[in-house]
């Protein structure tokens, strides 16, 4: 059995600590009491429920704005509203209201990529156009470039074909006088050799290659040995004054093997 000296401390513990626990109630009791003490929790309380207010307020304010199905305009004071981080601009379309959190609005500057007619977009199709018109360009260039070397194949393979070339169209009465004098008044050999522009593929290419080399541009231009001795007009000329032959000789030189002039069976 326990002896009684510790019968005794263990009392006397007992004793302090149920002192203790009184003494410490007792005091908070007296702290609860105190004027100080409820003053300050009524105010803590005051502010809590005050600011409960104001957001029930914002709230019914944000699902029923004032002035709209017959609502009851809510006032309130300027010290007390929340004021936007970016104010509006009374009507400036540049600024548009968002929601936060569900229930506040904030304005902010309208997205300027969806509203500006001169858009990022725009400008990147406008340079495209002209990026493809550019391109056109060179291809057009290029072609024309390739055409005209064409031409000037095409035009040394021409005059290899006879040492009479007579470039012509055929719808040009000029042209057909020329061609009428040259095939049926005389006998040439070789024959002479004819190239209607108008249908040949490299027309236009070829007649401004002869206005580049001969001087002379129209229909139609005879060439003997590659040198233009006129059109249609130059060669009745030289048929009536019986030059022509003489000038085909003296031209086609070895090249021209028989020149003469038909004789006139109606006569």
């Known amino acids: 059995m326990p002896s009684q000296r510790r019968m005794r401390l263990l009392v ?14 007792g005091e908070a009791s007296k702290i609860q009491n105190q004027k100080f ?33 017959g609502a009851a305009a809510v006032k309130v004071h300027s010290a007390d509203a929340e004021k936007p981080a970016i104010p509006p601009a009374a009507g400036n379309e540049d600024v ?11 304005t902010v500057p309208k997205n300027k990529a969806n509203t500006d007619t001169d858009t990022p977009a725009e400008v990147d199709s406008s340079s495209n156009i002209k990026s493809e018109e550019e391109e056109k360009e060179e291809r057009e260039r ?11 194949t095409e035009l040394n393979a021409i005059l290899k074909r006879a040492p009479v070339i007579v470039f012509s169209k055929s719808y040009c009465p000029y ?4 061609k009428t004098i040259l095939l049926d008044h005389y006998s040439i050999q070789p ?10 593929p490299l027309g236009p290419y070829l007649q401004a290659l002869l206005a580049q080399n001969t001087g002379r541009r129209t229909v139609p231009n005879v060439l003997v040995s590659g040198q233009s001795i006129g059109g249609g007009d130059d060669i009745a000329e030289l048929d009536q004054r019986n030059e022509l032959a003489s000038k085909l000789r003296q031209l086609g030189g070895k090249w021209i093997v028989d020149v003469t002039h038909k004789v006139d069976d109606s006569l």
């Open 96 to 106: 548009e209201e968002i929601p936060i959190a569900g229930r506040t609005k904030m």
């Open 175 to 178: 042209s057909k006088r020329a």
């Open 191 to 200: 024959q002479p050799f004819v190239v209607e522009l108008d249908q040949h």
């Open 142 to 152: 290029a072609e024309k470039a390739k055409k005209e070397q064409e031409a000037k």
């Open 37 to 69: 003490y409820r003053s300050t929790l009524d105010a803590m309380k005051a502010k809590e429920a005050a600011k409960h207010a104001k957001t029930q307020e914002k709230i019914q304010n944000a699902m029923h704005p004032p002035g709209q199905d």
């Open 12 to 25: 006397i513990g007992v004793v302090a600590l149920l002192f203790l626990t009184f003494y410490y109630s």
